[in-house]
């Protein structure tokens, strides 16, 4: 086994918006099968079948389906300071950009491509963008295609998610980032931790289909910290999960700091397959950059069954600056390149109507039949 983080400690009581409101998360339906310990340090031959448990788990759901977007990043003004996002506030070096949404929209329209069902229109915390930039460009999409529409946008007012639902989209990317709220303080992750959890519930209870997520190896992080992650994800109220290495981004407060673990951000991943079967949990692109050359196909190989085509514009590419510059883009061949070495197939089916064909008196019911289907 590789080492684990020294200084374990008693995860302390979540004081959350979410642990007091279980009617959010339907325990009656989904009992999950919560990780140890030791499957978050397996290795060699042991973590094999640990990662091919999981596939097996995501086949029986899904099939050998995997759902296909594409992301468009369209601002880095960003109101947080995250210590280990590039885009934070207080980075003065970062030439900031909006995009025209109409530039967006002529992309998507008329050049996106033809393998991805779904968009993920993604920027930092930034209320102009979403008022001039994503509430447009999400209308014209909406009159003008039949994609379906995700939006990760950060923690807004109620106000804004209602409007931003009311244009047209279903599906919201609002990630915990950390269980553990004094290393979520101390991480100036974004605004207090009991509202991140409160606007993802809200989010929920007026009818989104939420992605939420953690980062797995940050610095400081310990055995306890990671396990805390997994216990906070099963009560939200959430339809997937993912889990990001920690990178150590370039202008950020942790730059010097050691990379996550591939292996222990992987094993995160089965566990959270085996967990809750039923979930949607994407390969990352960061993976490509914890292990170069195979971390995403790794990432496949335990059952994550999304995938995300970048095509955010090169003129302003670089400075969403979430880890590096110089990024490693994953294009529409590199995607169906990874689908295909581990015989697995793109979706015809959007993520949005596979959630709505599934949608069931107020929750979400998957079968093997309906994942062969999609």
């Known amino acids: 086994m590789f080492p684990r983080p020294k200084g374990d400690r008693v995860f302390p009581q979540l004081n959350s918006f979410a642990l007091q409101a279980p009617g959010f998360y339907f325990a009656a339906m989904i009992q999950p099968s919560m990780p140890t310990a030791d499957q978050l340090y397996l290795l060699g031959a042991d973590q094999e079948a640990f990662h091919q448990k999981a596939a097996l788990a995501a086949r029986a759901r899904f099939g050998n389906q995997v759902f296909v977007r594409g992301v468009v990043e369209v601002s880095n003004f960003c109101r947080e ?3 280990y996002c590039g885009m934070r506030r207080s980075n003065r070096s970062l030439n900031r950009f909006r995009a025209d949404y109409e530039q967006i929209a002529e992309l998507l329209i008329h050049h996106r491509p033809a393998s991805m069902t779904d968009v993920n229109i993604q920027a930092g915390e930034d209320p102009v963008a979403v008022r001039e930039v994503v509430l447009p460009l999400i209308q014209t999409l909406r009159r003008e295609t039949d994609l379906g529409i995700s939006v990760c946008l950060g923690s807004l007012n109620h106000s804004m998610y209602d409007d931003l639902k009311q244009a047209g989209t279903s599906i919201y990317v ?6 553990n709220p004094k ?24 009818g989104w289909r939420i992605s939420s997520g953690f980062i797995a190896g940050l610095p400081r992080q310990t055995t306890d910290d990671l396990l805390a992650n997994f216990t906070l994800a099963a009560q939200l109220p959430i339809d997937g999960c993912s889990v990001s290495p920690f990178i150590p981004g370039e202008e950020t407060l942790l730059a010097n700091e050691p990379m996550a673990s ?3 951000t992987l ?11 039923d979930w949607v949990i994407p390969s990352v692109s960061a993976l490509n950059l914890a292990g170069a ?29 979430l880890y590096k510059r110089n990024r490693f883009i994953m294009t529409e061949d590199r995607i169906l390149n990874a689908i295909a070495a581990e015989d697995l197939e793109p979706s015809s089916q959007s993520l949005a ?9 107020g929750t979400v019911t998957f079968t093997p039949q309906a994942a062969a289907s999609a």
Request: proline share 4%.
């Open 174 to 179: 609002i990630k915990f980032e950390i269980a």
């Open 183 to 206: 290393m979520y303080a101390a991480m100036e992750s974004p605004g207090q931790f009991d509202q991140r959890i409160a606007n993802i519930c809200y989010l929920a209870k007026t």
């Open 353 to 361: 109507d596979f959630y709505a064909a599934q949608k069931v008196n």
């Open 267 to 277: 094993n995160c991943m089965a566990a959270l397959r085996l967990m809750r079967p």
């Open 293 to 321: 050359g195979n971390g995403y196909r790794r990432g496949l190989r335990t059952g994550a069954n999304l995938v995300t085509i970048n095509l955010t514009p090169a003129d302003f590419r670089e400075n969403y600056l």
């Open 81 to 83: 300071n995250c210590a």
């Open 262 to 264: 591939l292996d222990l």
